[in-house]
C-alpha cells in the first residue's frame, strides 16, 4: 500500500523556519521524483518545489526561491522542504507529490502569523 506522510507543519512567525518531511511507503522511492505542493486560502494548489530522483536537480517557485530548500534521504524514504525567511503569505496546506501513480500526501497545515 503507498502511503505518503507528511509531518513538520505548525504555527510559526513571519521570519520563522520550519521543516517539512514526508515519508514514502509502498514504492520504489529511490526512482522517482517527488515535489512539494501547496493550496492556500482560496487559492489553487501549486507546486513549490520539486526534485529529481536521485536529489541531483531541483526547481523552485519563483514565491520561494532562496528561502525553502527541498532535500532527499533515498535511505529513509524521506523528502524535506526547508523553509526559511517564513511569510503569513506561505500559509496553506502543503503536500507531498511522487511516486509511480502520482500520488498525493494527505497534507500538513503551515501557518505564518505573529
Known amino acids: 500500500q503507498v502511503q505518503l506522510v507528511e509531518s513538520g507543519g505548525g504555527l510559526v512567525q513571519p521570519g520563522g523556519s520550519l521543516r517539512l518531511s514526508c515519508e514514502a511507503s509502498g514504492f520504489t522511492f529511490r526512482t522517482y521524483a517527488m515535489s512539494w505542493h501547496r493550496q492556500g486560502p482560496g487559492k489553487e494548489r501549486e507546486l513549490v518545489a520539486g526534485i529529481s530522483s536521485a536529489g541531483l536537480s531541483t526547481n523552485y517557485a519563483d514565491s520561494v526561491k532562496g528561502r525553502f530548500t527541498i532535500s532527499r534521504d533515498n535511505a529513509k524514504n524521506t523528502v524535506y522542504l526547508q523553509m526559511n525567511s517564513l511569510k503569513p503569505e506561505d500559509t496553506a496546506v502543503y503536500y507531498c507529490?511522487?511516486?509511480?501513480?502520482?500520488?498525493w500526501g494527505q497534507g500538513t497545515q503551515v501557518t505564518v502569523s505573529s
Open positions: 507529490h511522487g511516486g509511480p501513480l502520482a500520488y
